[in-house]
């Protein structure tokens, strides 16, 4: 696996901040909100449909332990 594969890149925040400030400019800063917080009720609400919901323990150890990984 390569070294820089999880190295800080701020390109997804910039996008996410040049797409809410489009929409702000032309929706309106009302409007945007409201879109916003319909999206983060949606991402809420899709946590109880997942499999995440039927997960009651976490792992005893590493999937595979006693393996070298090279």
């Known amino acids: 696996m390569p070294r820089d594969r999880h ?22 800063l009302r409007v945007t909100m409201w879109v916003m917080t319909g999206l983060l009720v949606a991402c809420g609400a899709l946590l109880p449909a997942s499999p995440v919901r039927t997960e009651r323990d976490l792992p005893s150890g590493p999937a595979d332990a006693g393996r070298i990984v090279r």
Not at 11 to 25: D, I, K, M, N
Request: hydrophobic content about 50%; glycine content about 22%.
């Open 7 to 28: 190295r800080y890149t701020p390109l997804r925040e910039v996008a996410v901040a040049v797409a809410g400030g489009g929409l702000g400019a032309v929706l309106g």
